[in-house]
């Protein structure tokens, strides 16, 4: 943000850069639509990162399910022909007489259907394991949608009191140019009068240009934001988004020790490092019941060809069976698996603690920002009523020619400027309460 005043506020200049841009028309002739609440639903609906993301907790919630048909019996049907040629003869004497008869083992043409089933009995907890590994993977997915929405409803918030911060800004240079323009011609009744010089005239005239070039910065940066905003609700053809409301001021007591409790609780940084080591939990269990025994049993029926004495007929048969398998050498590979799981728990429960650090500092910031603008609301408040002061009395010392020209327009100044920082401190504390929300955890959007 640029000021063109004589005695431009660094604070403001701040303000720009933290903005990025803001957006939208000085005095719109548009009707009101979004509010707070409304703006944060339409940019969460629109948002396709979010879809994305819940998708991936769809896809999570299809590999739980995957994992669930380990428990469940495996049933396969089929069916095969096979023509084999040349096959197995041997010939034998028939009779006294010294015939010989030609004994064919297996058909030329061999059919085979059956249906085969196969259960697992006894894993030792193996399909137990992945199944709850699946399980914190899927939750994991859900944890990053809540990052997801969390963090782009803050954006939409703070785009949203941008909005409404430019709006105010401008209403005050508004303010600050009809002042002086009201200044203006008193002047050119005093020139007229003989009173005063066109040089108060030409004075006054140049802090109404500045003023109003201060003013076409500020509906710059609103027009910029308001195509933020339009990009969050996936409207890039539409230039003006209509939002309602004012800037505002509503005090709220702060309780650090609980916020830093509730931050511990609630965050889903804390939920996600937390998902990450149970993950890695499971990924040891897992790892440990992969090497041991399982046991399982089958069964097939179903009918084929090619038994004695004829070969050709099709025969209904079954076959049942019991395995027990048991792993005896891997090449050290279970061992080096537990090393490796081992090695994430630890990294895992350092990222954890790394995170919870985060948090309180976040929140401890969070308070702080709520109290230092506390403090400037306060003191903007009693500026501007030292600046109305200064400015009557500046008025009537011009108007009484015991003050000059420039005593009035400093004081208009200065009183534009108190107006500005009440309404940068307005909309540093409105969003300092949606940065401790969002540093305790606490849902942004109702």
Not at 131 to 155: C, G, I, K
Not at 250 to 274: F, G, H, I, T
Not at 289 to 307: D, E, I
């Amino acid at each position: 943000m640029l000021l063109c005043f004589k005695t431009a506020a660094p604070w403001l200049l701040g303000a720009g850069l933290l903005m990025a841009a803001p957006a939208w028309a000085q005095t719109p002739a548009i009707s009101d639509s979004l509010d707070l609440d409304g703006t944060l639903r339409s940019v969460l609906d629109a948002n396709p990162a979010v879809t994305s993301l819940e998708e991936q907790v769809n896809a999570a919630a299809g590999r739980l399910a995957q994992t669930r048909t380990g428990l469940l019996p495996q049933v396969t049907g089929t069916a095969t022909y096979t023509y084999l040629n040349p096959v197995a003869r041997a010939a034998f004497p028939a009779g006294p007489g010294g015939e010989i008869r030609e004994l064919q083992f297996v058909p030329h043409n061999n059919y085979d259907a059956h249906i085969t089933a196969q259960y697992l009995l006894l894993d030792f907890g193996r399909n137990a394991a992945t199944l709850s590994l699946s399980e914190a993977q899927r939750q994991t997915a859900q944890d990053n949608v809540t990052v997801a929405r969390r963090d782009l409803a803050f954006t939409a918030a703070q785009t949203y009191y941008n909005i409404l911060f430019m709006r105010e800004s401008i209403r005050v240079q508004d303010e600050q140019v009809a002042s002086l323009q009201v200044h203006r011609r008193e002047m050119e009744k005093r020139v007229q009068g003989g009173v005063s010089t066109r040089f108060d005239v030409t004075t006054t005239d140049v802090r109404i240009t500045q003023a109003q070039n201060t003013k076409l910065d500020l509906e710059n940066q609103l027009r910029n934001q308001q195509v933020q905003l339009a990009r969050l609700l996936h409207k890039p053809q539409q230039t003006e988004v209509p939002v309602r409301g004012r800037l505002g001021y509503q005090l709220q007591a702060v309780d650090l020790s609980a916020e830093l409790a509730k931050a511990l609780e609630n965050r889903p940084e804390v939920k996600l490092a937390r998902d990450a080591e149970r993950t890695a939990d499971l990924q040891l269990r897992l790892v440990e019941k992969s090497n041991l025994p399982s046991l399982g049993t089958g069964a097939q029926v179903g009918g084929k060809n090619g038994f004695q004495p004829d070969i050709n007929q099709f025969r209904a048969n079954f076959t049942g069976v019991v395995q027990l398998s048991v792993p005896i050498y891997d090449g050290h590979k279970n061992r080096n698996q537990r090393v490796e799981a081992l090695a994430n728990i630890r990294g895992q429960q350092a990222r954890t603690q790394d995170a919870q650090e985060q948090i309180r500092a976040d929140v401890r910031q969070a308070v702080n920002n709520l109290t230092y603008g506390q403090a400037r609301f306060d003191n903007a408040t009693q500026q501007i009523a030292q600046a109305t002061d200064a400015l009557t009395r500046a008025r009537a010392r011009y108007r009484y020619d015991v003050g000059t020209n420039l005593d009035v327009l400093d004081a208009e100044t200065s009183l534009a400027q108190a107006r500005l920082a009440r309404a940068q401190a307005m909309y540093n504390y409105t969003l300092g309460q949606f940065q401790l929300r969002r540093a305790t955890g606490e849902q942004i959007w109702q």
